[in-house]
């Protein structure tokens, strides 16, 4: 059974920071690309951020580059998601994904990340 599970959202103030975990069990992690995705309330699902399979490479969305960063520890089984300088427009529930190739992905259940002062 595939299981990808968020933790360490909660509560900042602006210009904060915290950092999102995503452990995952049952897929041999380091065959999986990774990405973090957000969805804030009435909008669409955005992804946020993506990391190769080992590690090597990133990219961003344009309203986060700069201020977060993503990475992986194959050994652990999990992916990281640092956020910095935090602004109240990122407020939203925070979920990793695994795809592997063109495979059907995997989503974790979400964690709430809320900006406010």
């Known amino acids: 059974q595939v299981q990808l599970v968020e933790s360490g959202g909660g509560l900042v103030q602006p210009g904060g920071s915290l950092r999102l975990s995503c452990a995952a069990s049952?897929?041999?992690?380091?065959?999986?690309?990774m990405s973090w995705y957000r969805q804030a309330p009435g909008k669409e699902r955005e992804l946020v951020g993506r990391?190769?399979?080992?590690?090597?490479?990133?990219n961003y969305a344009i309203s986060v580059n700069g201020r977060f960063a993503i990475s992986r520890d194959n050994a652990k089984n999990t992916v990281y998601l640092q956020m910095n300088s935090l602004k109240s427009e990122d407020t939203a529930v925070y979920y990793c994904r695994a795809q592997r190739d063109s495979l059907a992905p995997y989503w974790g259940q979400g964690t709430q990340v809320t900006v406010s002062a």
């Open positions: 049952g897929i041999i992690f380091r065959w999986y690309a």
């Open positions: 990391i190769s399979s080992a590690g090597e490479s990133t």
